[in-house]
């Protein structure tokens, strides 16, 4: 049996003009849960619900299975990471990590042991006697997780906790999320909207629009087989079109959207969607003699370079957005107005 230490139920929040309706979502013991979603819809409204900064208008919410819905925030011992970091600028980081622990009147003694505990454990002993305002933006990122898990809170939230980062400090607190979840096993709610954020961190992923949980599951559940056009574009399908799916003779299926037939693998009938991602997708001068079933004559309309990945539009039509590396486009000398051949098998185009 599922052992769910943070369970929420039925709940409705109002926040303004804006409303969380019918959340239910839990996280078991040692989980790390992504909350994704793209900006406003009602990520943090959740977070700071679960940590008790907002007032519950219906349902419930329970921490090892005690109803802390209506409990104050300093009773229900949730760790909670801004952003913004929101740390103390006139207290040194040992004061600031410490904070919490003086507010439960611990001892000095076990203060000072729990603060160089966590400190070694993050990596940041060293700044112990520092100003905030000396630190940057990763070391203060640091000492906010410092101070919410010195408490061993029975779940830790994290707001967009690497979206104020550089990309290489973003990385590198990325690899320090990983680690201290490997090793400490907090239960674990982390927003974003970053997707490989997502794949990198989390063990399973709910998917937010406009105040509502449209999708939840494994991380490969969700960019594999999304049950919306919103979820599969959101996760960066790109290739999402409307159309029909019919059965054939003898067995199989066919997906056709705006004069294409498409070979795919389901059990649906009828009007359907279909999503295929981008790196599923082949490119090349001329047919592949492969096991792949869709096989289509194309014009190139479009090449995006996005560093390490090229998305090359190719007009069927419809349109596909395919993914390949640099290194790729070089050796194929792909231009615009290239005529070309995709490819990709039935088993990945997925229909809902």
């Known amino acids: 049996m599922r052992d769910e230490r943070l369970s929420v139920r039925g709940l409705e929040v109002e926040a303004g003009q ?60 949730i ?34 042991r729990k603060v160089r505990w966590i400190s070694s454990l993050i990596g940041i002993s060293d700044l112990l006697p520092r100003r905030i305002d000396g630190l940057s933006g990763g070391e203060r990122q640091r000492v906010a997780l410092a101070r919410a898990l010195v408490l061993s809170p029975r779940a830790l939230l994290l707001d967009e906790p690497l979206g104020a980062l550089d ?12 680690r201290l979840h490997r090793e400490l096993s907090p ?29 939840e599951g494994s991380v490969d ?12 574009r ?7 079109f409307p159309g029909e799916v019919i059965p054939e003779e003898g067995g199989g299926s066919e997906f056709v959207t705006n004069g294409v037939r498409l070979a795919v693998v389901t059990d649906i009938t009828g ?17 592949l003699s492969s096991s792949a079933r869709n096989s289509m004559h194309g014009r190139i309309t479009e090449i995006i370079d996005r560093g390490m990945v ?5 007009t069927v039509p419809p349109d596909f957005v395919c993914a390949i590396t640099r290194q790729s486009l070089a050796q194929m000398d792909l231009r615009l107005g290239m005529e070309v051949y995709i490819s990709f098998k039935a088993s990945a185009v997925h229909v809902f």
């Open 234 to 240: 959101f996760v960066g399908a790109r290739n999402v």
């Open 18 to 77: 804006f409303r969380l309706s019918g959340i239910d979502i839990s996280a078991a013991a040692g989980e790390y849960l992504v909350l994704l979603g793209p900006t406003g819809a009602g990520k943090t409204i959740l977070l700071e619900t679960i940590a008790g900064l907002r007032r519950v208008r219906r349902g419930e919410i329970k921490l090892n299975g005690e109803d802390v819905t209506h409990l104050p925030p300093e009773r229900r011992n």
């Open 167 to 178: 990309p290489q400090y973003r990385e590198e607190l990325q690899q320090v999320l990983s």
């Open 221 to 232: 559940e969700i960019f594999r087989r999304p049950a919306s056009p919103f979820v599969a």
């Open 187 to 215: 239960t674990t709610v982390h927003v974003t909207h970053d997707f490989e954020e997502a794949i990198s961190l989390g063990d399973r992923v709910a998917v937010m629009e406009g105040g509502r949980i449209v999708q």
């Open 79 to 112: 760790g909670f990471v801004y952003q913004d970091y929101a740390l103390f600028p006139h207290l040194p980081v040992s004061d600031n990590i410490a904070f919490g622990l003086r507010l439960h009147r611990e001892g000095r003694t076990e203060i000072e």
């Open 271 to 287: 009007p359907a969607h279909a999503a295929v991602r981008p790196e599923d997708i082949l490119i090349s001068h001329a047919p």
């Open 310 to 314: 090229v998305y090359v539009r190719v």
